[in-house]
């Protein structure tokens, strides 16, 4: 099993609140991204990181924001959730090896704002 | 664009019988092609990886094959057991950047059935 983590595991906020997904990994990987799943969908990127201090935005849009201190830590944060947030979040890690390279996911926040 | 198609969409067959998935991809270029089986609420997690010269690649009940030339590539589950019931993805890594950036299809929802 992969050693990236998420948490919470679920969470059911009220509209309006700011709130941090949590992700940290122990593989020391320089990559690490986050993706937003609706229920049927496809994952969409929506942060990457290359290494600490480094942050991009993917390809959907997010009002989220991102930050990279650490290596092994890369948390996401809503200023002010709304229900149109309500989603999966999947952190996920990977080392660029070459044509090997795999991406490791944790096991995904679940958002629902009320 | 780059783009990853996979199906069917939903697959329902019986514990024992066989099924194949299928992926068509237009990503380009081409690094690797992974499939991930993804249960409900829960992160993807890798089952093969095939790279450009490899057109076949065995995982237990799990058969992949890669045809780079026509850009498809199939998961073949012998065998079903109620535990392969998940969504499948398919994932094309491209080799243009320094990202390794990944490329998701939608996934085939398989459901087996006892």
């Known amino acids: 099993e992969a050693d990236i983590y998420q948490t919470p595991r679920y969470l059911v906020i009220g509209t309006g609140k700011k709130i941090t997904l949590e992700c940290s990994q122990t593989?020391?990987?320089?990559?690490m991204y986050w993706y937003q799943q609706d229920p049927g969908m496809e994952l969409h990127l929506i942060h990457y990181?290359?290494?600490?201090?480094?942050?991009e935005k993917g390809d959907l849009s997010s009002e989220s924001t991102v930050s990279r201190i650490r290596t092994e830590h890369f948390p996401l944060t809503l200023e002010s959730a709304r229900p149109s947030h309500t989603s999966q979040y999947l952190c996920?890690?990977?080392?660029?090896?070459?044509?090997?390279?795999?991406?490791?996911f944790g096991q995904g926040t679940r958002l629902t704002v009320v | 664009k780059n783009q990853v198609e996979q199906s069917p969409q939903s697959l329902i067959i019986l514990e024992g019988k066989n099924c194949t998935l299928q992926c068509n991809y237009t990503v380009s270029p081409f690094s690797n092609l992974r499939w991930y089986k993804q249960d409900t609420g829960r992160g993807p997690v890798s089952l093969t990886i095939?790279?450009?010269?490899?057109n076949t690649k065995s995982n237990g009940r799990y058969t992949a094959t890669l045809d780079a030339d026509t850009k498809q590539s199939s998961l073949h589950i012998t065998a079903s057991q109620l535990s392969d019931s998940a969504s499948y993805i398919c994932v094309v890594t491209d080799r243009g950047s320094t990202l390794g950036r990944l490329y998701f299809g939608r996934g085939t929802q398989l459901t087996v059935w006892p």
């Open positions: 593989m020391g990987h320089d990559k």
């Open positions: 996920a890690s990977s080392a660029h090896t070459g044509v090997h390279t795999e991406a490791f």
């Open positions: 095939m790279t450009f010269s490899e």
């Open positions: 990181s290359y290494g600490v201090n480094s942050t």
